[in-house]
Every structure is written in C-alpha cells, then in structure tokens.
C-alpha cells in the first residue's frame, strides 16, 4: 500500500514537468534528475513512468524518452520512408521522429519535406501522425524502367523506397522502347488514389548500358550528373590568364619550392605544400590551396549551383564534382611547372611543434611537380631516386612528429579499411582490392589538418582583437550521447572486452580502448561500433570543438573544388584578413553563414549515403559472380532473425539466416549478442572467424544470403550441415523439442 501511494505521488510529480512543455520528449533519466530521485528509489520512479505510458497519460516517444501528449500538433520535417512502405518524420528542431503507416504517406516521396498531424496519444505506443501536406518535393527527376501496355505507359522506379509507378503520356516519352532506362520528371500527384505522372526527359539506354546502375543512385539522392548549359557557359567565361593585377598584394611563393601529392587517377590537384628550415631552427610548413573563391564570384551562377551541390560526390565509377570540369581540373588545378592563384596558411612551427605564426594570405605559386602517393611513397623508401627526395623526407618526419603529438593530445585515429573496385569495359566489377593507406596519405592528412586548425585559431585571435565574434563556419563534432555510449559499454562487454565506463567520455577513451584491441580478431568490428557510437561531425556557425580530433577551433581550409564550406572560408578569410572592412554587414553574413551549414551538412550527408549504395550495388554485382563458392568471413553481427557475416578480403556482407541454422534450434542471447544451441549449447558470437558459403543474391533487394560452414573461432571446428541439409525436415523427436520451447 505503501508502494502504491509512493508511485501515485511520483505520478503527479512527473506529469507536472511533461506537462510545461506539451509534446516535448524528455529522457527519463533528466526527468527523474529533476525530482531528485535517490538510487534506491529508481524502481519506483520506474514503475511510475512505465505505468503512466501504459495508461496513456504520457507517450513513450523513444528509447528513454518520455512527452505529455498534445493532440492535433503538426509537425513539419523529413520524411524517410522504408523499403518495407512505411516511414519516420524526422523533426530536426525537437529531435523527435514521428510514426508514419504507408496508407497515411498520402503523396509524398521518401525524403520530401512534409507537414505531418499527430494523432491522439495512443497507450504506450510512439507518436504516430499522418502527411497532411508535402512542404516540399526532395527530388525533380527520377530514374526507372520505361514499360508500354496497348493503353497506357508508365516508369517503374529504380529507387524501390519510390513505391508508385509513374504514368507517362505517349507524347512524353522521347519514343522511349519498353524495357530502356529512362530519367522522368516528377510533374504531379495530386491524388494519393492515383498514380504520379511524369515526363521522359532523357532516355538513358538499355538496362546493362555501362553506369547506368550508379547513375540511378546517383538521381535517387537527388544528386544531378550534369551542370545545366548556363552553368557550364557562364564558368566557359572565366579568363585562365593571369594578369599583373591579379599577382598584385599576393604573397608571391613561385621561388619556393612546393608540389602536390595526390591519388594516380586524379585530375584535379587543390593542394600543394612545402617545408623550409629557418635559421633559428624552427620550420615555416605552407599548406597552398587552389584560390577558387578569385575565380567563383559569390552569387554568381556556378556559386548558386556549388552551394546546392555542397561537394563533390565520390561514386565507384565516377566523380561528380561539385565545379564545371573547367575550373576544377583546369583553372584552379595546381597543375606542374605552372603559375596559379592559390590561398596559403603558412605556420611557424618550433621545436615543441607549436605554431607561433601564422601567415593566412592570397598567394601564386609555382609548383615543381606533381606526385601521386605511392611515387612519393617510394621515394621516401628509397626504392626511386629524385631530385625532391629530401623535401619528401623531411616533411614525413615531420608529419610523424605532428601526429603523435596530436595523438598524446588525444586525436583519435581509427584507421577503418576501404576497398577499391577494378571494373571491365562494361562497369562490372571484376575484382575487389583493399585499398592501401600509406604514410604519403598520412603525410598530407598532418599538414591538411595543421591548416584546417591554424586558420581557425587566427579567426579566434582576431576576435578577441576586435572584441567581437566574428561569423565564421566550423566543422565541429559533438560529444557521443549517453545512450549511444551505453550501447558501445553493452556491446564491448558482450565482447568480454575490458573497460572502465566514463562518466564523462573523452577521446582518451577511444584511444585506451583502440591500443588495447590492438591486433586482435575484434579490432575491426570494435573500430566500426565505435565510430557509429560517435556523433556525425557536421558544419556550425556556432564553435564547439572537434571530440574525434581533440581539437578545441577547427573549420575546413583545405579543399574549396570539392566543398562549398571551404569556399565559404576563404571569402571569410580574405575579408577578415584582407580587407579594409573586415567587421562590415557582419550580421547578414552570419545569417548566410547559418543556411550554408545546414545545407552543406544536408548534402554532405546524401554524398556519403549515395558513395555507400553505389558500393553496395557493385559488391552485390561481384558477390552474384560467385554463388555456391566459399569465403571466410567475421561475425559482424546477430540479430534474433539471423547473423550478419562480413567476408574478410572484400568487405562483403550478407546474412546467415537463422532457418538455415538446421543442426539445433538455435536461440538469440541479446545479452551476449550470440546464438546459442539449445541442445548443443553451441555459440555463434560477435567477432566469431567463419566459413561461409554465398546461397542467394537479390539485387532488387540489395540482400545476399550465407549459408554457415564452419566457425573456425570455436575450438571443436564445428562444421554445421551441408546446403543440401537446409530444406530438410526435422526428426520427429527434434519437431518435439521445438514444441516444447513453444510451449515454455
């Protein structure tokens, strides 16, 4: 009874602070913070906060998070619908995502802006609402199939989040052939009984025309291929002469020597560096970037277009750069023995590896020659000889130097592995190659981020000078959240990895954890939890600092050919540093500022989730190559349907189904993360090194399926039944201890 009166006083108390703020979501954890809850009464503040969902006197909005139900609320947000036909608003302004059934998508496509309605408070469940109105449309175009009946002629989509096919007129088609890859316009949809029309802009070719798989994704993210002829024209106007004015109060660095080192394949080269030692023993490092923002004048045409691009997009098969193809790989190329305009940051380092000066100005530089990384790396070897072989030399030990020191500061430095896809004449894959990180990338990796800093930190003086915050734009990356640290302490101790959970994490931690994994069979998997725990790092006006780098001030200098905000830096930095009204129309620029954040973090978001799905597709292409073959493969996760397997040599992953599992009846241990045999008592767990066989590839759905051989990790080298086994059907006295679990 007594329990009883506690909970109802708890109750109230509880409804009082939801009910300040009506459909707010709240973490219990700050709710029960607020009433001052004792550790030895958690369990009834728990009692109390579940009961209350269970009643409907509040919603359980999220793991954890709590809200007084407010009826009728429209919210406005992004839609991201499911392959499955459902979908999730996301409301960034309350960080809430709301409910959305497919019957309720009403017209809107997967990542339109909408309006949706919340409907009133169900008992215990999420906020669920319906799309009242599409706020805006995500994409203009779209790619599919082009189909023909003796009626009527509609595209079935590429994209299957796009569950609707889009009816074409006769006189709308381009006189497209059934069965062509075409790109429709969205036109219009009014209705959600009826199906969207749309109009064939461009006929693509037949469906294994070369690209035409990456192009799809491409559009699906609304990520245009081509610039539009007036974009191109205008960027076609742009002098490639350099004029006396134009060298006129520019640093002139054409004596010093400085190259570039980038991949064998680029054609663009943004970045050049060079390395003197001065007389009093300290080193003067200069880090020269392309001077894009001489060339791009802001509002222009080609500047509108960049800041809707964002950056440019790195697919398997391509580069969609976010410039015309004349001003990046041409006019603000750093190409050899050539003169060019470029930005340079140049860094006074002591022996302690501080920077005591810093130079940020408008330079022309001249460099002296172009090497790709693995030429500079075998120089460095001593495996080529060059005449620049000393400059190489230096600068990678001192590179080594900057590093460590920003890893004793508490950088972190997972260094995830990447593949490479080496594709025939026709863009399929033939062979998947790891891709190899040397000490050139990490060379130029040091200097890029010594940049990306100091001109930061030179912001910062500044304003301390002035006495005023000067609008600047960050690349900051926020703390990891409380929850997603408890699903990496949970995950970790699954592993039976030892660790001292923080009360207030810092990069130290990572680092701790990395060294001590260092090596072993989990590190991989370890590094890619780890990094997923972690914050996304996004663009601000506001600066927070940078955890992963350990960084208190850091922006992005180094790169304005392929992102807007490195554009929009060095327009701040010429303005601040070189000109006469440095504080002028502060206020406007620091709204501008505040949209190119957004809009850079939103499109460098899609540029990542598109690199991902055109790799996907080509290790869906490869796999397909190699159905009945074997592969050894590391348990990368288990879920209570079945165990993801990610093939060693080429990053690979796919599912064993837990139907497929035949040799016992198998049981997901969530605790653990692991399968366990009822019977046999036999584990399949998180980092477990397998064999495994490729079943099934469906490329419409983006799945492949495994069939278990071997766990190699376990000590009896248990081999499990052969694929004929799969579809057997069990003993009876096995189909007898099935019903005697079901019955439990």
Same mark, same amino acid.
């Given at each position: 009874?007594? &329990?009883?009166?506690?909970?109802?006083?708890?109750? +109230?108390?509880?409804?009082?602070?939801?009910?300040?703020?009506? !459909?707010?979501?709240? $973490?219990?954890?700050?709710?029960?913070?607020?009433?001052?809850?004792?550790?030895?009464?958690?369990?009834?503040?728990?009692?109390?906060?579940?009961?209350?969902?269970?009643?409907?006197?509040?919603?359980?909005?999220?793991?954890?998070?709590?809200?007084?139900?407010?009826?009728?609320?429209?919210?406005?947000?992004?839609?991201?619908?499911?392959? %499955?036909?459902?979908?999730?608003?996301?409301?960034? %302004?309350?960080?809430?995502?709301?409910?959305?059934?497919?019957?309720?998508?009403?017209?809107?496509?997967?990542?339109?802006?909408?309006?949706?309605?919340?409907?009133?408070?169900?008992?215990?469940?999420?906020?669920?609402?319906?799309?009242?109105?599409?706020?805006?449309?995500?994409?203009?175009?779209?790619?599919?199939?082009?189909?023909?009946?003796?009626?009527?002629?509609?595209?079935?989509?590429?994209?299957?989040?796009?569950?609707?096919?889009?009816?074409?007129?006769?006189?709308?088609?381009?006189?497209?052939?059934?069965?062509?890859?075409?790109?429709?316009?969205?036109?219009?949809?009014?209705?959600?009984?009826?199906?969207?029309? !749309?109009?064939?802009?461009?006929?693509?070719?037949?469906?294994?025309? #070369?690209?035409?798989?990456?192009?799809?994704?491409?559009?699906?993210?609304?990520?245009?291929?081509?610039?539009?002829?007036?974009?191109?024209?205008?960027?076609?106007?742009?002098?490639?002469?350099?004029?006396?004015?134009?060298?006129?109060?520019?640093?002139?660095?054409?004596?010093?020597?400085?190259?570039?080192?980038?991949?064998?394949?680029?054609?663009?080269?943004?970045?050049?560096?060079?390395?003197?030692?001065?007389?009093?023993?300290?080193?003067?490092?200069?880090?020269?970037?392309?001077?894009? %923002?001489?060339?791009?004048?802001?509002?222009?045409?080609?500047?509108?277009?960049?800041l809707r691009r964002g950056s440019s997009v790195y697919l398997v098969d391509r580069v969609i750069p976010m410039l015309p193809e004349y001003l990046s790989n041409e006019?603000? %190329?750093?190409?050899?023995?050539?003169?060019?305009?470029?930005?340079?940051?140049?860094?006074?380092?002591?022996?302690?590896?501080?920077?005591?000066?810093?130079?940020?100005?408008?330079?022309?530089?001249?460099?002296?020659?172009?090497? $790709?990384?693995?030429?500079?790396?075998?120089?460095?070897? !001593?495996?080529?000889?060059?005449?620049?072989? @000393?400059?190489?030399?230096?600068?990678?030990?001192?590179?080594?130097?900057?590093?460590?020191?920003?890893?004793?500061?508490?950088?972190?430095?997972?260094?995830?592995?990447?593949?490479?896809?080496?594709?025939?004449?026709?863009?399929?894959?033939?062979?998947?190659?790891?891709?190899?990180?040397? *000490?050139?990338? &990490?060379?130029?990796?040091?200097?890029?981020?010594?940049?990306?800093?100091?001109?930061?930190?030179?912001?910062?003086?500044?304003?301390?000078?002035?006495?005023?915050?000067?609008?600047?734009?960050?690349?900051?990356?926020?703390?990891?959240?409380?929850?997603?640290?408890? &699903?990496?302490?949970?995950?970790?101790?699954?592993?039976?990895?030892?660790?001292?959970?923080?009360?207030?994490?810092? #990069?130290?931690?990572?680092?701790?954890?990395?060294?001590?994994?260092?090596?072993?069979?989990?590190?991989?998997?370890?590094?890619?939890?780890?990094?997923?725990?972690?914050?996304?790092?996004?663009?601000?006006?506001?600066?927070?600092?940078?955890?992963?780098?350990?960084?208190?001030?850091?922006?992005?200098?180094?790169?304005?050919?392929?992102?807007? #905000?490195?554009?929009?830096?060095?327009?701040?930095?010429?303005?601040?540093?070189?000109?006469?009204?440095?504080?002028?129309?502060?206020?406007?620029?620091?709204?501008?500022?505040?949209?190119?954040?957004?809009?850079?973090?939103?499109?460098?978001?899609?540029?990542?989730?598109?690199?991902?799905?055109?790799? +996907?597709?080509?290790?869906?292409?490869?796999?397909?190559?190699?159905?009945?073959?074997?592969?050894?493969?590391?348990?990368?996760?288990?879920?209570?349907?079945?165990?993801?397997?990610?093939?060693? @040599?080429?990053?690979?992953?796919?599912?064993?189904?837990?139907?497929?599992?035949?040799?016992?009846?198998?049981?997901?241990?969530?605790?653990?993360?692991?399968?366990?045999?009822?019977?046999?008592?036999?584990?399949?767990?998180?980092?477990?090194?397998?064999?495994?066989?490729?079943?099934?590839? @469906?490329?419409?759905?983006?799945?492949?399926?495994?069939?278990?051989?071997?766990?190699?990790?376990?000590?009896?080298?248990?081999?499990?039944?052969?694929?004929?086994?799969?579809?057997?059907?069990?003993? *009876?006295?096995?189909?007898?201890?099935?019903?005697?679990?079901?019955?439990?």
């Amino acid at each position: 009874m007594k &329990k009883t009166k506690k909970v109802a006083e708890l109750q +109230k108390a509880i409804l009082n602070i939801l009910k300040k703020n009506p !459909g707010v979501p709240v $973490n219990r954890l700050d709710i029960s913070n607020a009433m001052g809850m004792r550790k030895q009464d958690f369990h009834l503040f728990m009692d109390s906060i579940v009961g209350l969902a269970k009643e409907g006197q509040i919603i359980h909005v999220r793991k954890r998070h709590y809200a007084f139900p407010q009826k009728s609320k429209q919210w406005i947000g992004e839609l991201r619908v499911t392959r %499955s036909g459902f979908g999730f608003v996301y409301v960034e %302004s309350e960080d809430i995502e709301i409910f959305v059934s497919q019957p309720n998508l009403n017209t809107a496509f997967d990542r339109d802006i909408v309006e949706v309605q919340l409907y009133s408070a169900s008992r215990g469940k999420r906020l669920e609402g319906f799309v009242k109105k599409i706020a805006k449309r995500f994409r203009k175009y779209i790619v599919g199939t082009y189909h023909k009946t003796e009626y009527y002629a509609y595209v079935v989509p590429d994209d299957q989040k796009i569950t609707r096919d889009i009816l074409v007129h006769e006189d709308n088609s381009l006189s497209a052939q059934p069965e062509q890859k075409v790109l429709v316009s969205f036109d219009r949809w009014e209705k959600n009984q009826h199906n969207p029309e !749309g109009t064939v802009v461009e006929i693509l070719g037949d469906a294994d025309t #070369p690209g035409i798989d990456v192009v799809s994704v491409a559009y699906s993210y609304n990520i245009p291929v081509k610039f539009e002829e007036r974009v191109e024209k205008e960027a076609g106007t742009v002098s490639s002469e350099i004029e006396k004015k134009d060298i006129d109060n520019r640093l002139d660095l054409r004596d010093t020597i400085c190259f570039t080192i980038d991949p064998v394949d680029a054609k663009d080269f943004d970045d050049a560096v060079s390395l003197e030692k001065l007389d009093n023993g300290h080193w003067r490092l200069g880090v020269h970037i392309a001077d894009v %923002s001489h060339y791009v004048r802001e509002g222009s045409l080609v500047d509108e277009e960049a800041l809707r691009r964002g950056s440019s997009v790195y697919l398997v098969d391509r580069v969609i750069p976010m410039l015309p193809e004349y001003l990046s790989n041409e006019l603000c %190329s750093l190409k050899p023995d050539t003169d060019r305009l470029t930005f340079s940051c140049v860094m006074e380092l002591d022996n302690n590896l501080t920077v005591v000066k810093t130079i940020i100005s408008p330079s022309v530089i001249h460099s002296a020659r172009r090497f $790709n990384y693995q030429e500079a790396q075998q120089i460095i070897n !001593g495996e080529i000889n060059d005449p620049l072989r @000393d400059n190489l030399l230096v600068m990678d030990a001192l590179a080594k130097k900057l590093s460590k020191k920003r890893y004793e500061k508490g950088g972190i430095d997972f260094e995830t592995p990447e593949v490479r896809f080496v594709l025939d004449e026709k863009g399929k894959p033939v062979d998947i190659l790891p891709r190899e990180r040397l *000490g050139t990338h &990490k060379l130029i990796e040091e200097f890029m981020l010594a940049a990306n800093q100091a001109v930061t930190v030179e912001v910062k003086k500044l304003s301390k000078q002035l006495r005023l915050k000067l609008p600047f734009i960050y690349r900051i990356h926020e703390n990891p959240s409380p929850d997603k640290m408890q &699903k990496l302490y949970e995950f970790l101790h699954a592993l039976q990895i030892k660790f001292k959970p923080q009360t207030s994490v810092s #990069p130290k931690f990572f680092q701790k954890l990395h060294n001590s994994i260092r090596g072993t069979k989990e590190e991989l998997l370890v590094q890619e939890v780890t990094l997923r725990s972690m914050m996304k790092a996004i663009y601000s006006e506001k600066n927070i600092g940078h955890f992963g780098l350990a960084f208190t001030d850091y922006s992005h200098f180094t790169s304005p050919i392929r992102r807007y #905000p490195d554009l929009t830096v060095h327009r701040l930095l010429k303005k601040y540093f070189n000109s006469d009204k440095p504080t002028e129309g502060l206020t406007k620029v620091s709204q501008k500022i505040e949209k190119i954040a957004r809009q850079s973090s939103k499109t460098e978001r899609l540029a990542v989730e598109a690199e991902r799905e055109s790799i +996907k597709i080509k290790q869906l292409e490869y796999i397909q190559k190699h159905l009945g073959e074997e592969f050894t493969g590391i348990v990368s996760g288990v879920m209570s349907f079945g165990v993801f397997i990610e093939l060693q @040599d080429n990053l690979i992953e796919g599912l064993v189904a837990v139907a497929s599992l035949t040799d016992d009846f198998y049981i997901f241990d969530d605790k653990t993360y692991s399968m366990i045999g009822r019977d046999t008592e036999n584990m399949i767990r998180l980092a477990d090194e397998v064999r495994v066989r490729v079943d099934n590839v @469906d490329l419409e759905k983006k799945k492949i399926d495994f069939i278990l051989l071997e766990n190699i990790s376990d000590r009896k080298k248990r081999v499990l039944p052969d694929l004929s086994m799969r579809h057997a059907k069990p003993s *009876g006295k096995a189909r007898n201890k099935r019903r005697k679990l079901h019955k439990r």
